[in-house]
């Protein structure tokens, strides 16, 4: 389950690594895409209008400072079909010297060269051509009167005025805004973005107020690119919100991953819990069978002693021996019958089926009451009881019975684990509207780990042999639920091999 579990966890994560990877080489395609659309656009725009202005001018009959015309004829006569077939490719040049004025870029003057280009190839009767009176250079010339192509090839002229026009007055920050705009719309990009044309790596009047250049996310093209595809001009444009962008494309898959994954997880440790927590129930349970069986094997056998003794002719007619095996007989059988109570009284506890009446009663009376009940085991041991019942006030509302017994298992839980006589203190003092009762001793004490569970049900905490102190886990059980019903909470210090010491709080009644 855990090689599972950590499985999916890293197939997860790398899925949605690969998924911003992919999102981030979309988004990328997609600017580049964009970038390149709007750069050939801003170059066919300018190259446009330079195409018109120069068409403007030829048509206001600007004369030509020289002119060059190439061509060359082919001439075949064809005797079967009595036809002469002529094929003409020629080419016009033209050159113009123009004022700068028309084009702002600084200089006096400008050169243009105008190149017109014709194939043509066209079939004649030889008698038509023979009859003529031309001689064979005005046959030539007669078949060039053709119409002239109104393409304008001027790339010279066109690359040598935009290379000397600054950059700021060969596009405008409008329009690389718009047409940006316009392409990134197309490509489902609705970002804000800044943009800027560098020279060179260098900046220039051409950007937005708030771009930056981040090198490792600004997006680059060339842009005028000259004819050997070289330029010294780049198109760069960056997104603020570039990472927010790609999050928010697998936002909702990535949070059904996480979700599903952490329900996985929440899972895999409840059961994991519920596991470790059902092992620990089946130990404390075979414990407490295991005490449980201890603890009654003991009496039934000094039961069966008592009884197999008193069948004995040689005792039956000692009364005293009699009366003595008969008292044993009572008090094994009560302490069975004890034990079953307490078993009892804790399944009614937890099933709320205990019915405890409450009046008002005295503190110190109960105190008083339980320490006869334990006082002669203490005798017996050597040890003592100190008592300092200095609070002023203690009534409280309480039950007679159950509340005596919470103290009488608080003592006798000081005297099981005192390996030796048991020296045990029992105070009170007030403390606002509450009145404080503590039982210190001397005994083996508790760890830190062992306080923690020292009121769960059927905790007994292990030392070499279980059985070593008689008991089964279910006093302290009981004095826990029985102080809460009374509104109060108990706690324990203790350190190991120094003793413990229960502090009980109950609430005061006027």
């Known amino acids: 389950m855990s090689l599972s579990l950590i499985g999916i966890i890293f197939v997860q994560a790398y899925y949605i690594n690969n998924s911003i990877e992919n999102e981030e080489e979309q988004f990328t395609f997609n600017v580049k895409r964009a970038l390149v659309d709007v750069s050939s656009a801003i170059e066919q725009k300018e190259y446009r209008e330079y195409v018109y202005k120069f068409q403007e001018l030829m048509a206001r009959g600007v004369a030509v400072d020289t002119t060059l015309i190439r061509n060359l004829f082919i001439v075949q006569d064809d005797q079967d079909s009595n036809e002469t077939l002529i094929y003409?490719?020629?080419?016009?040049?033209?050159?113009?010297?123009?004022?700068?004025?028309?084009?702002?870029?600084?200089?006096?003057?400008?050169?243009?060269?105008?190149?017109?280009?014709?194939?043509?190839?066209?079939?004649?009767?030889?008698?038509?051509?023979?009859?003529?009176?031309?001689?064979?250079?005005?046959?030539?010339?007669?078949?060039?009167?053709i119409s002239r192509s109104d393409e304008i090839v001027f790339e010279g002229a066109y690359n040598d005025i935009s290379y000397r026009t600054p950059i700021h007055k060969r596009v405008s920050k409008n329009d690389i805004s718009e047409l940006l705009s316009r392409r990134l719309r197309q490509s489902d990009i609705d970002l804000e973005y800044e943009f800027a044309i560098y020279s060179n790596d260098l900046a220039t009047k051409v950007q937005s107020e708030g771009f930056e250049l981040q090198k490792a996310s600004t997006f680059s093209v060339p842009i005028f690119q000259n004819e050997n595809n070289?330029?010294?001009?780049?198109?760069?444009?960056?997104?603020?919100?570039?990472?927010?962008?790609?999050?928010?494309?697998?936002?909702?898959?990535?949070?059904?991953?996480?979700?599903?994954?952490?329900?996985?997880?929440?899972?895999?440790?409840?059961?994991?819990?519920?596991?470790?927590?059902?092992?620990?129930?089946?130990?404390?349970?075979?414990?407490?069978?295991?005490?449980?069986?201890?603890?009654?094997?003991?009496?039934?056998?000094?039961?069966?002693?008592?009884?197999?003794?008193i069948k004995n002719p040689k005792i039956i007619d000692d009364k005293e021996k009699v009366l003595r095996y008969l008292k044993m007989i009572k008090e094994e059988n009560k302490r069975m019958h004890a034990q079953v109570e307490n078993v009892l009284r804790i399944s009614k506890l937890e099933k709320n089926e205990l019915n405890i009446s409450k009046e008002r009663v005295k503190l110190h009376d109960f105190i008083i009451d339980a320490i006869t009940h334990v006082q002669l085991i203490v005798d017996d041991q050597n040890g003592y009881i100190k008592t300092e019942l200095e609070a002023e006030k203690s009534s409280i509302l309480a039950n007679e019975s159950h509340f005596t017994n919470v103290i009488v298992n608080i003592l006798d839980n000081a005297i099981k684990y005192s390996p030796e006589k048991p020296e045990i203190e029992v105070t009170t003092e007030n403390a606002g509207a509450n009145i404080l009762l503590k039982i210190k001793d001397k005994g083996s004490g508790m760890s830190k780990a062992v306080q923690k569970k020292v009121f769960d049900k059927f905790y007994r905490e292990h030392s070499g042999n279980i059985h070593n102190v008689k008991g089964h886990g279910l006093g302290l059980a009981y004095v826990k639920r029985i102080v809460e019903d009374h509104q109060g909470h108990i706690t324990v210090e203790s350190e190991k091999g120094k003793g413990s010491t229960f502090i009980i709080r109950l609430p005061l009644i006027a």
Do not use: C, W
């Open 88 to 145: 003409r490719n020629g080419i016009l040049e033209e050159n113009y010297k123009l004022s700068s004025s028309l084009f702002d870029i600084g200089l006096d003057s400008i050169n243009i060269k105008r190149i017109l280009n014709e194939r043509e190839t066209k079939i004649y009767k030889s008698s038509d051509i023979e009859s003529s009176s031309f001689s064979p250079e005005e046959r030539l010339l007669l078949t060039e009167k």
């Open 230 to 309: 070289k330029s010294n001009y780049g198109l760069l444009v960056n997104f603020p919100g570039h990472s927010q962008f790609i999050l928010s494309s697998i936002i909702g898959m990535t949070l059904l991953s996480i979700i599903f994954t952490l329900i996985i997880i929440i899972a895999y440790t409840s059961a994991l819990y519920q596991l470790i927590k059902q092992r620990k129930i089946s130990e404390i349970k075979t414990d407490f069978i295991n005490n449980m069986t201890h603890e009654f094997k003991t009496p039934i056998a000094t039961i069966n002693l008592a009884l197999d003794s």
